[in-house]
C-alpha cells in the first residue's frame, strides 16, 4: 500500500496535470490526447 502521504502528493499532482496540461491541449485538432489516457 502506498502512504496517504505519497497518495495526497500523487492526486495533487493528477489533478494539476488534467487542469494545466489536459485543458491547454483539449483544443486539438483531433480531440484526442495522449496526457488524457494517461
Known sequence: MISRKKFAA???TAADYISGV???RIRTPTGFDPG???
Do not use: E, K, N
Open 10 to 12: 500523487l492526486s495533487r
Open 22 to 24: 489536459h485543458w491547454q
Open 36 to 38: 488524457y489516457v494517461a
